[in-house]
């Protein structure tokens, strides 16, 4: 007889159905693990609410860490047992991006929980060579976090941040948050975080974002330029994902400076005669982010793993949610309605 396990599986967009499903079998080069943790992404509530996944039903879920439980034929280097976490995109490694490693601009990618099953379940396979083994001091929460970790990792460096120079974090969710970690990690001096929600502020400032805005209640564009002598900051980052925020970025910018834009809005951007100008007079660099890079080529991956395991990059409050999978269809239904504040909201299968 099979065995079976508890999965989050959706069916259809809005149709999330906590099941018993048969434990998937690692094929070659694959491994089985055991989810400790995982956490909603961003991307996960449009996704599971509205979008949907490529074929139905697929276990979505690609943020997270855990232990291997079991080897697909011809699996060695992975010991059995092992504490990993697992980079969810599966490149073709045939097509023009993937042979110079820009795995993320791949034309024919699989995806863990929106291609291919993911961990919003007890177990979950995948390919070897996605897997990274944990540093000792990484727990199975940080780990479901390298995901966001790495993701603003590779917006921050393409900031091209120098010493000392100010940056404003426009949207401190948990990418914002990490960001602004980054940020300072990678030798900016003053960090400032602006976002509407009061909680989210108040992670990002215990993590060391210098100045906190709130947007609702201030004029975040200046504010930043009183804090500046009225020139802006020299680099700014959207990770709100709203034409509104990308407007502030341009804004907010001093001359010469760059602004990188990862926020996910799925909207048209009208900017007004102010920030048309600024892009030409400030001669500003736009520039946008898309997902993580990893090994062989640029690791933010593993570059993420090693300042999480020297505890440079650390949770701080961001994760406001600990739930079982038995709670995921209603807390999805709560991140889509925005019944209560919430940063990361993380489950425990
Ligand atoms: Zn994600
Ligand atoms: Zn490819």
Same mark, same amino acid.
């Given at each position: 007889?099979?065995?079976?396990?508890?999965?989050?599986?959706?069916?259809?967009? %809005?149709?999330?159905?906590?099941?018993?499903?048969?434990?998937?079998?690692?094929?070659?080069?694959?491994?089985l693990?055991?989810?400790?943790?995982?956490?909603?992404?961003?991307? +996960?509530?449009?996704?599971? @609410?509205?979008?949907?996944?490529?074929?139905?039903p697929?276990?979505?879920?690609? /943020?997270?860490?855990?232990?291997?439980v079991?080897?697909?034929?011809?699996?060695?280097?992975?010991?059995?047992?092992a504490?990993?976490?697992?980079?969810? &995109?599966?490149?073709?490694?045939?097509?023009?991006?993937? &042979?110079?490693?820009?795995?993320?601009?791949? #034309?024919?990618?699989?995806? &863990?929980?929106?291609?291919?099953?993911? *961990?919003?379940?007890?177990?979950?396979?995948?390919?070897?060579?996605?897997?990274?083994?944990?540093?000792?001091?990484?727990?199975?929460? @940080?780990?479901? @976090?390298? =995901?966001?970790?790495?993701? !603003?990792?590779?917006?921050?460096?393409?900031?091209?941040?120098?010493?000392?120079?100010?940056?404003?974090? $426009?949207?401190?969710?948990?990418?914002?948050? $990490?960001?602004?970690?980054?940020?300072?990690?990678?030798? %900016?001096?003053?960090v400032?975080?602006?976002?509407?929600?009061?909680?989210?502020?108040?992670?990002?400032? !215990?993590?060391?974002?210098?100045?906190?805005?709130?947007?609702?209640?201030? =004029? *975040?564009?200046? %504010?930043?330029?009183?804090?500046?002598?009225?020139?802006?900051? /020299?680099?700014?980052?959207?990770? *709100?994902?709203?034409?509104?925020?990308?407007?502030?970025?341009?804004?907010?910018?001093?001359?010469?400076?760059?602004?990188?834009?990862?926020?996910?809005?799925?909207?048209?951007?009208?900017?007004?005669?102010? %920030?048309? +100008?600024?892009?030409? #007079?400030?001669?500003?660099?736009?520039?946008?982010?898309?997902?993580?890079?990893? *090994?062989? $080529?640029?690791?933010?991956?593993?570059?993420?793993?090693?300042?999480?395991?020297?505890?440079?990059?650390?949770?701080?409050?961001?994760?406001?949610? #600990?739930?079982? &999978?038995?709670?995921?269809?209603?807390?999805?239904?709560?991140?889509?309605? #925005?019944?209560?504040?919430?940063n990361?909201v993380?489950? $425990?299968?």
């Amino acid at each position: 007889m099979k065995k079976t396990m508890k999965a989050a599986n959706l069916y259809a967009p %809005a149709d999330i159905r906590v099941e018993q499903v048969a434990v998937p079998e690692p094929g070659e080069g694959e491994v089985l693990i055991r989810v400790k943790a995982v956490g909603v992404c961003g991307s +996960d509530v449009s996704r599971l @609410m509205e979008t949907g996944t490529y074929t139905f039903p697929t276990i979505p879920g690609h /943020e997270f860490g855990g232990e291997i439980v079991g080897l697909g034929a011809g699996v060695e280097d992975v010991p059995e047992g092992a504490r990993v976490t697992v980079i969810p &995109l599966i490149p073709c490694m045939t097509c023009e991006y993937c &042979l110079i490693g820009e795995y993320t601009l791949c #034309r024919e990618y699989d995806y &863990l929980g929106s291609r291919c099953d993911g *961990a919003y379940a007890e177990y979950v396979k995948a390919p070897a060579k996605n897997v990274l083994l944990l540093p000792d001091d990484v727990d199975f929460e @940080m780990a479901a @976090m390298t =995901d966001p970790i790495s993701v !603003a990792l590779h917006a921050v460096k393409k900031l091209g941040i120098q010493p000392g120079d100010r940056v404003a974090v $426009f949207g401190v969710g948990p990418i914002g948050f $990490f960001s602004v970690q980054w940020a300072k990690a990678l030798g %900016a001096g003053d960090v400032i975080a602006v976002d509407i929600f009061p909680e989210k502020l108040a992670a990002a400032g !215990a993590v060391g974002a210098d100045v906190c805005i709130n947007a609702r209640e201030t =004029d *975040a564009v200046a %504010a930043i330029k009183e804090l500046t002598d009225g020139k802006g900051v /020299e680099r700014s980052l959207e990770f *709100a994902g709203s034409p509104i925020t990308q407007e502030q970025c341009i804004r907010a910018t001093a001359a010469l400076g760059s602004t990188v834009w990862g926020g996910i809005s799925h909207q048209p951007l009208n900017l007004s005669e102010q %920030a048309v +100008d600024d892009i030409l #007079r400030k001669e500003l660099v736009i520039r946008g982010s898309w997902n993580s890079s990893f *090994a062989p $080529f640029v690791s933010d991956w593993e570059n993420a793993l090693a300042f999480m395991g020297r505890g440079k990059i650390v949770k701080g409050d961001v994760i406001t949610h #600990r739930l079982s &999978l038995d709670e995921l269809p209603d807390a999805i239904q709560m991140m889509l309605e #925005r019944k209560t504040d919430f940063n990361k909201v993380m489950f $425990f299968p």
